[in-house]
């Protein structure tokens, strides 16, 4: 990793299969307020959770190959599909190919599961994420007595992605995954395993109220702050802005950038790559 070559003025990447990482964007504005962010979200080629893991690195690495055209200073996987193959050693090349830190999000959902001390998690994600077993492997491997259940979803982050947000579809789904898991397993929380989940998170705490729904975005805020923090990157003068790229649409990225309030100091643009 050549970080000499970076400066703290450079910025901050960040990729997802489509529109689901502006959650994460969001935690790092209000965090980082100084940080240009430049973003990446591959919606032509979304859902990334039903395709193989050959397909998702493939499309991945160019996304990060764009990135580091962009000069980037660091990269956040705001994405659990694509951070479930950063954790998997059969695909830790990632790393090595390219000359930026790439942070995961589901190492800082287990750490706050960690941390908090749950007993029995849940997870709803997409089908390839809760296959590979990776939040669940995790979590055991810190802790073995906490019990991890999956409950695989293979529509609702397409149904997010089409951009109505009200859509009955979204909530019928999120009822059906809900109250599946919950109907099979004593949990108390439920880490939303897919980024385009804490768009809709107020139909999930419809559906269960008593249940509480874990979104990893502040976490992976934190961890790219304190991965900054200890490589002297950190920007703190500047007033930060985000270019948004997509290879898809860019009208679903008006309305989600409204669903979650994301607005200015931070200027934005939005693009196709």
């Known amino acids: 990793m050549r970080l000499n070559m970076f400066s ?15 959650t994460s964007v969001k935690e790092i504005i209000n965090l980082l307020p100084g940080e240009d ?9 979304a859902p990334y959770g039903n395709r193989s893991a050959d397909d998702i690195i493939s499309l991945t690495k160019k996304m990060l190959t764009f990135l580091q055209s962009r000069n980037v200073k660091l990269v956040a996987v705001a994405c659990n599909t694509i951070s479930s193959t950063l ?3 059969e695909y830790s090349g990632y790393a090595k190919s390219f000359p930026f830190p790439i942070l995961s999000i589901i190492e800082p959902a287990v750490e706050d599961v960690i941390r908090q001390q749950y007993k029995n998690v849940g997870i709803i994600a997409t089908e390839f994420t ?4 990776c939040h669940k492997e995790l979590i055991k491997k810190l802790n073995s007595t906490i019990n991890v259940f999956g409950e695989p ?3 609702l982050a397409m149904l997010i992605e089409e951009g109505n947000l009200n859509a009955p579809a979204i909530l019928n789904d999120i009822k059906k995954h809900v109250n599946h898991l919950i109907s099979l397993h004593p949990v108390n929380e439920i880490i939303l395993g897919c980024t385009h989940y804490p768009i809709v998170q107020n139909f999930f705490e419809a559906v269960a109220p008593d249940i509480k729904f874990i979104n990893p975005a502040h976490d992976q805020a934190i961890s790219i702050k304190n991965h900054l923090g200890q490589l002297n990157l950190l920007n703190s003068s500047n007033i930060g802005t ?5 290879s898809g649409s860019m009208e679903i990225y008006k309305t ?3 669903e979650l309030s994301i607005t200015k100091p931070h200027t934005f643009s939005i693009r196709q790559f």
């Open 8 to 22: 703290a003025e450079s910025p901050i990447g960040v990729i997802d299969s489509g529109v689901g990482g502006l």
């Open 37 to 45: 962010i430049i973003y990446c979200g591959d919606n032509m080629n």
């Open 87 to 89: 954790e998997s050693e």
């Open 130 to 133: 809760i296959k590979t077993g």
């Open 153 to 155: 979803s293979k529509n």
């Open 242 to 246: 985000l270019q948004i790229n997509t």
């Open 256 to 258: 989600v950038l409204g």
